[in-house]
């Protein structure tokens, strides 16, 4: 398909596409802080009135009993194909502030990156979305098909109101495929297509011994300690030989890789040196054997510790045996593992290895499944030629290790498959200090999505007749 | 040796000592908030004032970098013994204060319980020690031996200045024995004299993997979470078993008891369920095998974890694998067993504990040596006879499991031995909301006291001649 007309109209308006963009980023649309919520709200509106001006024929905000959505749609014929973009215009805090170089809402380009909170996570690639749309309107005056969008603005705080959103606008939301444009290729000029997410579920560890902090020199060596006990029940989940994680029934249910989605996980090139600077110069990886570092992070699952405190955290000593510790857990799933089976047989592997002599408390958070969408799907390979066509190299099929909540969603609620063509690089910094977005990834995104909409027009079956 | 004279004086003046002691403790003389400086320094004022009034010849602050110490004395006869009393007038902070049921500066007496802050700890058994004095005066018009008295004002704080402060003033701390009361008897009725202490030496481990906070999705699994491996350190660090801390060497230098102190330990009554309500109602106690709990948390070392801290701790769940980790840790000490030794046991354990794939450092903090008194040094036989005939039962020796530091400095830099002849009770709550000490044991320790002096003088050996 020839898109020399879209990519005419795009080198035209370059300059301007990254000015909009930038407008946008001033925002402070951090979710996570109360005191930001007017930014969230302000965040959607300029992006409603975006997609208007882009060629949506309608678009509004959708409340939810936290930060609002946008939706908007343009539905050309019944007929055609419906994809649903999804995205998100909320954004991470900033802190620690002062590792920033320039300040996170004072967007600048330097050496042809865009730098500030939100550039890449998510404003950059939501924005790509809207030009793309632009592009083929103002070029050819129509879609090759229809599109809805979905803009979520409590992505960086588990999207807490999504679920109810998705069943609430069940039938607004209906599409053939869902394209989500929210993370990194596999490198620059390396192009991917995201099909897999890992699954997430979150426990909260708490070991109480004494009723209050006792003194260590009076009580040290005659009770037990909270923070030695919870100590031990970490220490005995993974094992440290083989990087297993050690809870019985963990790996139960994981589905076993088929030879080529071994095949397809090793295509892509790993540089070990590379990777271990991406991962903050970490001394060595680690991890569980058998299996290649990107194996452990996408297909494979994980228990980490996130979060633990107990005791005195301030300077110098205080001599004390603490009342209670505790530990934050997420573990990463992947498919067929469910996140409630796993969060129990956790659940039960730490109250099995608790000492009699402190208690301890289990309590299960959030979770979410783990989600793939077929190596075949007609909507991944239309995404492949799209970005084959711009980068010039095949597209590899990635897993991520991560979760996204509302992927997992349009999965378990309408059945829709999503396909994750992301353009941001993997040194983007995303929920770190000096986030930034690359210029020319934003620009190319804009090239791939312009074709993306006319190979899925052709790709998707037709439908017969118009949604009910 | 008869003391009616004196019982019947402080019978006489038993209201006034108390509404004296109430009137000290609504001073907030806490020495961890630098707000509290002028407090602190009136209080020391208080105390001079309230010295010479009770009839020491000279009384005066030490001034030292941080709070100053009240020095006094009254030399009888360069012939007669010397007895030098240690006690602090600085008292600990009051948070958390919701939780006290009075004000911790307005000193209430609620069932024959004053309580405030610093009651038992220490002002009123520093104020014990002056009306002791006031009686020997105003009833005999002499004491029957040398009595010098430093009371310092940092003790709360670890005693940051005393050190310089006892090499500064040597010749004028010169005695034969060092009396403290600083410490709680066995049991209500069951009078004790504290003969050891243990040392205590702090570390403070940190583990660094990543160099930022890494996404747990993407990079979990496939790298050694810093907590992860500081979970696994310091579950190494003692053996579940035996309850017995692995370090190799920890036990080398342990002066194992012989059988007469053993018996001491053990005559000192011990109700287990008393000891775990104490202990803040922990479900079990725990400790090292073939030792009874009192030797546990007295007589026999410990490796204690004070403290735990990295990734996030705030409510909900942050999914990070944190680039650091830390602890803090100290080792209580027993005789023979010397700071810098065990800090570099421990720190040589904690290297050969960690993972190669992140990096460990381990900082040595402050260390005390444990320090004991003789059994049958004349100064305890003294003791133990005055305690016998106020409370009409026998004194036991006991060890404590904490430590004091001006009693290893004493003993460390003049060598002077100390006997600890505290009246608290082990429910006074001291460091915690709702101190409180008890009216009677105030009056039964002046008691104490006024004989401890007639005891002293005959016991401790004359000196031929006067100091030089």
């Not at 898109?3 to 001033?26: G, N």
């Not at 297509?193 to 890992?198: D, E, K, P, S």
């Not at 029934?249 to 991406?278: I, K, N, S, W």
């Not at 980068?391 to 994750?420: C, K, N, Q, W």
Request: charged share 25%; with cysteine.
């Amino acid at each position: 398909m020839n898109a020399r007309d879209l990519d005419a109209y795009c080198d035209a308006h370059q300059p301007r596409f990254v000015d909009e963009l930038v407008e946008f980023c001033r925002i402070p649309s951090i979710s996570a802080d109360p005191a930001h919520a007017g930014d969230v709200r302000r965040s959607a509106e300029r992006l409603a009135q975006a997609a208007r001006d882009a060629g949506f024929a309608t678009a509004e905000l959708i409340e939810t009993p936290g930060h609002p959505a946008v939706y908007a749609e343009r539905m050309v014929d019944p007929g055609l194909p419906t994809a649903l973009i999804y995205g998100h215009h909320d954004i991470q805090p900033v802190d620690p502030l002062e590792e920033w170089t320039s300040p996170p809402f004072e967007p600048r380009i330097v050496g042809g990156e865009l730098r500030c909170r939100g550039a890449a996570d998510d404003k950059g690639q939501v924005w790509m979305h809207l030009k793309a749309v632009q592009a083929h309107l103002s070029t050819r005056g129509e879609l090759p098909l229809n599109l809805k969008l979905v803009v979520e603005g409590e992505e960086e705080i588990g999207s807490a109101h999504f679920e109810q959103l998705i069943e609430a606008e069940a039938t607004r939301l209906r599409a053939d495929l869902c394209v989500v444009s929210d993370t990194a290729m596999h490198g620059r000029g390396q192009p991917s297509i995201c099909v897999g997410l890992r699954g997430v579920v979150a426990l909260e560890v708490e070991v109480t011994g004494p009723a209050l902090d006792l003194h260590s020199g009076e009580f040290g060596g005659a009770v037990l300690n909270p923070l030695e006990a919870l100590s031990r029940i970490l220490a005995s989940l993974r094992d440290p030989g083989s990087g297993r994680v050690t809870v019985p029934g963990f790996y139960d249910d994981v589905a076993e890789l088929t030879g080529e989605e071994r095949a397809q996980v090793a295509a892509a090139p790993f540089d070990e040196a590379a990777f271990r600077e991406v991962a903050g110069d970490v001394p060595a990886t680690f991890g569980e054997n058998g299996y290649t570092t990107t194996e452990r992070r996408t297909v494979r699952p994980t228990l980490e510790i996130n979060g633990v405190w107990g005791g005195y955290q301030g300077p110098g000593s205080k001599t004390i045996i603490p009342a209670r510790a505790g530990a934050k857990i997420t573990c990463r799933l992947v498919p067929r593992q469910q996140p409630e089976v796993i969060a129990s047989r956790v659940r039960a592997a730490i109250e099995a290895a608790v000492s009699a002599a402190v208690r301890v408390m289990v309590t299960v958070g959030d979770g979410s499944r783990p989600v793939l969408t077929p190596m075949h799907h007609p909507g991944v390979m239309a995404a492949s030629r799209a970005m084959k066509e711009v980068f010039g190299a095949d597209a590899y099929r990635t897993r991520a290790g991560g979760s996204i909540h509302p992927v997992e969603m349009f999965d378990r609620l309408l059945g829709l498959p999503s396909v994750l063509v992301g353009f941001g690089l993997p040194d983007d910094r995303i929920h770190a200090p000096n986030e930034k977005f690359d210029i020319g990834q934003f620009h190319a995104g804009i090239q791939v999505l312009t074709r993306l909409w006319d190979e899925l027009a052709v790709s998707l079956p037709k439908r017969a007749h118009a949604e009910s």
